[in-house]
């Protein structure tokens, strides 16, 4: 199975998967999503 926006770069983020051309571990987005929020909160820049 392949995903075109999941990235696995041994020289990024030492090798964790990350959500293409961004620093944010998959396992970040995947607790956001557990703990309820939504989409929009997600993709929100934090400030």
């Known amino acids: 199975m392949t995903f075109d926006r999941i990235t696995v770069d041994p020289d990024l983020m030492g090798g964790v998967p990350t959500i293409r051309g961004m620093r944010i571990p998959v396992a ?3 607790s956001m999503v557990a703990d ?3 989409v929009g909160e997600i993709a929100r820049p934090s400030a």
């Open 36 to 38: 309820g929020m939504t």
């Open 28 to 30: 970040t987005v995947v």
